[in-house]
């Protein structure tokens, strides 16, 4: 007796989840599934989850699609295709009850894997292409092809879609295009003719909204080409390496001088972390915009340089790509915990300025503009995004440039006002008490605007001294800068359940915790919880942050890692009791979910309304 | 403190090309111990940069952290300076050598700062041959931190705490050759006739120009047992020759009898004239420079002066293709693609 749950049809609400082997040319063929559908106007969020290895091991990739804007990641697996033998007993186990598992039938499945309450269904992947091919890399790049053709019949796809996106993509080398459609249509075929085609779970077009679908990290390249980086110092790191890559894609296309063919930029690859910052310190002291991206490895080996650029004043843009653990961790998962790491980065009396971008869209504004704060601010700027955010494809609001906007190079004395200068230039004067100097760039005037660059302690005038009032009296400005700092910063972007009064649920979030903790909120109103909501888009915090929390009975803080970083971080700064804020955190790696959140939440509200029932009744017997 | 320099200065100083005095390529104060052979070096410095008439402020000068990192206070005062962190000059020179490749980067080390904390930084600025003059100030030893022998000590030199070095130096010219460096010279902090052509040379050079300078630790490593020591390293010099530096456009007119020379001529046409005391050193060969000071250290001797020089060496800048202007000169219209292409991306992510 079948063991399937009934079953009712299911319209654009499904997770699909490819099981391949790494190295095997599925990464296109996955893509290509997950763009139709971004194509047919859906809601998609594919996550790519990868094994920090080359070839031959395990790696899904798991696409979410729905038709009400939900992007965060959704726990249950509706249909799996399982492309690889290894990891078949654990893929079997994840789908959830009612779901289908797609598998390749060449070989017999084995008998201990089955359950009765999904359905297998069996699709002679290796057969079909072993008849129809006779190259042995092309049997196994079709065979990716066939299973996303299959899946369009199953789940009733549009199949022009799919084509014009194969057009597309071997736009210039036209000779592919029909062979992958073949490969499409034998899938698509096969499937017909086997099946009861569409299953229960299936999508339909909805009209396309303004969105463009692409990585983070993509969006963070180009952000710095748009902010006017000219220099890149950095080092591989999973999984951050593709920012700087995209940058450097970006510039070949953008940045040749047309009249000499020359770059205008330039990118070292450094020895290690260490240097990559260095380079970027060195770029920035000397008036080019320059900047480094890395992972939390690479945050411990800058921490020195970071220090360094926070106390002698040096503008530096940093991109932080998240990744999972302590050391080397989790390299291929993602996390949001290097928060406290970046905040204050260094020995000594140290903070930085740090960004969180939720977006591409954010990745690129964010990119750009942190250009700018650290100009302005003569700092350091930290944007911290992760994994999940920078290695997947994310639906996004396209990037906007206004025209008519110029580069803020902040407070910088020129030839000119160098000469006119009859009083002596001050490196580190407050001269208009905002806590922000003037700096001069090497080489703009012969006899005056000279400094001397030191991590060691020194005077207005940038002379060593060991003056302990000295000392004082620039550490205190450094604060006074960094209070300035909140007007420049991205300003929290705040939700309400009421657009009239508080609701009771505050939830603080930042990042890639976004898209879970919005959809949470819908959740919790299902529930009858009603919840306001905060994003933190920038550290130091704005005043509005510690408004929203003074202004909710119950406050959550969302995160990704296991020590509550970004709360630790809000109770340190804005001095508050930390019994105000409850924890969420999720940090096994895999993007964090809406159910999660909103279980999370849920369960304290409760037991608190439960306690205040008890008290209640207690008080009135 | 080194000396007490009276403010005043006779006004009728001799002036270079541009107008400016030595004084005008001096720096503060040095506040390291009286007769560091540091300070010579600065000196050598200032000397160098005033006949060669260069502007003060076209020079930016970086250091590390340790005695010899201090110096860049105590010349050029009119040039930007920046004294960075423990072993990570050549990193931030890398940097700002890219922002404006107009500027002369001078950078001054010590041989803890670039045969130990440094090491890694130091020779892959040496393999980009970035566009460099990098002076090591090398003493053998810690002189901050009191004393402690370096990663230079000669095996079995003695610091003034007498205790023999157990460990294997590390001939910092003989790795920039290994790595490839395109300038390499050795000299010493008390020869500066012999350093300031090199320091010279060095500047004209395109790509990276390594002096090891060894400078005596007056106050921790000049005692007898010690190999850089001043005495002992006077008594072990042996020079490859003698060097003058000729700038563009002026006669040679150097000329000593009864040797062997060579004329290397530099990118910007200035030219180095060596006449050779080792006629067996070729300063055009790699392989030649490597054998020769191998050779002087089989015997005891220290091979001091210019050992080895590529003029036609491609610069970082030249290996990547950069901009001719400075990437600090340019500003939104080169840099930003502006709305019309950021449409076209957007389209392309749809």
């Known amino acids: 007796m079948s063991g399937i749950p009934a079953r009712t049809p299911v319209v654009n609400d499904l997770v699909v989840k490819f099981a391949n082997v790494n190295g095997t040319g599925s990464a296109s063929a996955n893509n290509l599934f997950a763009k139709a559908l971004f194509r047919m106007g859906l809601s998609v969020s594919p996550k790519n989850i990868f094994p920090s290895n080359i070839q031959g091991l395990p790696t899904w990739y798991e696409v979410r699609v729905n038709d009400q804007g939900y992007l965060a990641r959704r726990e249950g697996v509706d249909i799996m295709v399982s492309v690889n033998p290894q990891s078949m007993a654990k893929d079997v186990r994840e789908v959830k009850p009612g779901g289908y598992f797609i598998y390749d039938n060449s070989k017999p499945l084995d008998l201990r894997l089955m359950r009765d309450d999904i359905d297998f269904i069996g699709l002679p992947l290796t057969r079909i292409c072993l008849e129809e091919y006779k190259d042995a890399r092309q049997r196994q790049l079709f065979k ?139 770029a920035n002291w000397n008036g080019a915009r320059a900047f480094t991206a890395t992972s939390g490895p690479g945050i411990s080996l800058m921490s020195e340089f970071l ?315 | 403190m080194t000396y007490l320099r009276p403010e005043f200065r006779h006004p009728q100083l001799p002036v270079n090309e541009l107008g400016y005095s030595r004084k005008d390529y001096e720096g503060a104060l040095s506040t390291l111990c009286a007769g560091c052979g540091h300070d010579s070096i600065s000196a050598a410095v200032v000397q160098s940069m005033f006949e060669m008439s260069i502007e003060p402020h076209r020079v930016a000068k970086l250091s590390g952290i340790g005695c010899s990192s201090k110096t860049p206070t105590y010349f050029l005062g009119k040039s930007h300076g920046f004294n960075s962190v423990h072993g990570r000059m050549p990193s931030v020179v890398t940097g700002a050598n890219m922002a404006n490749r107009d500027l002369i980067y001078l950078g001054v080390s010590g041989d803890g700062d670039t045969a130990s904390i440094g090491m890694g930084q130091f020779a892959h600025a040496v393999r980009r041959n970035l566009n460099m003059v990098y002076i090591v100030m090398n003493n053998g030893c810690y002189g901050l931190t009191k004393g402690q022998d370096s990663a230079t000590a000669d095996v079995g030199s003695c610091s003034k705490k007498g205790e023999p070095n157990k460990f294997e130096a590390i001939d910092l010219a003989g790795v920039a050759l290994e790595l490839g460096a395109t300038f390499v010279a050795r000299s010493f902090s008390g020869d500066k006739d012999q350093l300031v052509p090199l320091i010279k040379a060095a500047v004209s050079h395109r790509g990276f120009a390594f002096i090891d300078v060894i400078s005596p630790c007056v106050t921790f490593n000049n005692n007898p047992g010690s190999t850089k020591g001043y005495e002992f390293v006077r008594d072990h010099l042996e020079a490859t020759g003698t060097v003058d530096f000729v700038p563009m456009r002026e006669e040679i007119t150097a000329c000593y009898p009864n040797q062997t020379s060579e004329e290397v001529t530099l990118h910007d046409g200035s030219v180095v004239h060596l006449c050779k005391m080792d006629d067996k050193l070729n300063v055009r060969s790699r392989n030649s420079a490597v054998e020769r000071m191998k050779n002087y250290k089989d015997r005891g001797r220290i091979l001091t002066g210019l050992l080895y020089m590529d003029p036609d060496s491609q610069d970082l800048h030249d290996s990547i293709d950069s901009s001719k202007k400075p990437l600090r000169q340019l500003g939104e219209k080169e840099l930003c693609p502006g709305v019309a292409v950021l449409q076209n991306i957007n389209d392309s992510l749809r």
């Not at chain 1, 942190?370 to 995004?385: G, K, R, Y």
Request: with cysteine; aromatic share 10%; hydrophobic share 40%.
């Open chain 1, 144 to 282: 990716n092809v066939i299973y996303v053709g299959a899946m369009a019949a199953l789940i009733n796809m549009d199949f022009s879609v799919l084509t014009d996106l194969i057009a597309d993509q071997f736009k210039g080398k036209e000779k592919l295009i029909a062979p992958n459609v073949h490969a499409l249509e034998l899938g698509f075929q096969y499937a017909k003719r086997n099946f009861t085609c569409p299953l229960h779970v299936t999508v339909e077009s909805r009209p396309m909204g303004d969105y463009i679908l692409v990585e983070g990290n993509d969006a963070c390249g180009l952000g710095a080409v748009y902010g006017g980086a000219t220099m890149a110092g950095w080092y591989p790191i999973t999984p951050s390496t593709s920012v700087v890559e995209a940058f450097e894609k970006y510039c070949k296309r953008m940045r040749i001088d047309p009249g000499t063919g020359k770059k205008n930029f330039a990118i070292v690859q450094a020895e290690d972390e260490l240097a990559a910052m260095g380079m970027v310190i060195g």
């Open chain 1, 307 to 621: 220090g360094l650029a926070y106390f002698a004043e040096i503008p530096a843009v940093l991109i932080d790509v998240q990744r999972a653990g302590p050391s080397t961790g989790m390299p291929t998962r993602t996390q949001q915990s290097d928060v406290l790491a970046c905040a204050y980065a260094s020995h000594g009396d140290t903070k930085h300025v740090l960004v969180f971008p939720s977006t591409p869209k954010e990745c690129f504004d964010m990119t750009a503009q942190s250009f700018d704060l650290a100009e302005q601010l003569q700092t350091p700027i930290i944007m911290l995004t992760d994994l999940d955010l920078g290695m997947n494809d994310n639906m996004s609001e396209p990037f906007e440039w206004d025209e008519n906007r110029t580069y803020q190079r902040g407070k910088v004395f020129n030839a000119e006002q160098l000469e006119s200068m009859s009083e002596r230039f001050g490196r580190y004067l407050d001269v208009d008490g905002d806590g922000i100097p003037y700096r001069t760039y090497p080489g703009t005037h012969p006899t005056k605007g000279a400094f001397f660059t030191r991590g060691t302690s020194r005077d207005e005038y940038a002379v060593y001294t060991e003056d302990g009032e000295e000392y004082v009296a620039n550490m205190e400005r450094l604060l006074k800068k960094f209070e300035t700092a909140k007007s420049y910063v991205p300003a929290p972007v705040i939700t309400r359940a009421n657009a009239k009064a508080n609701a009771p649920v505050g939830i603080l979030h930042f990042g890639t915790s976004m898209h879970a903790t919005l959809e949470a909120v819908d959740l919790l109103a299902g529930e009858g919880i009603a919840a306001d909501t905060c994003r933190i888009r920038a550290f130091p915090f704005a005043d509005e942050i510690v408004d929203f929390i003074n202004s909710h009975e119950q406050v959550f803080v969302v995160e990704q890692n296991r020590d509550a970083q970004m709360r630790t971080l809000l109770v340190n700064e804005c001095d508050l009791d930390p019994r105000r804020l409850n924890k969420v955190l999720n940090y096994n790696g895999m993007p964090i979910t809406a159910r999660f959140v909103a279980d999370a939440v849920s369960a304290v509200v409760n037991k608190s309304s439960g306690s205040q029932r008890k008290k209640a009744a207690a008080a009135k017997a």
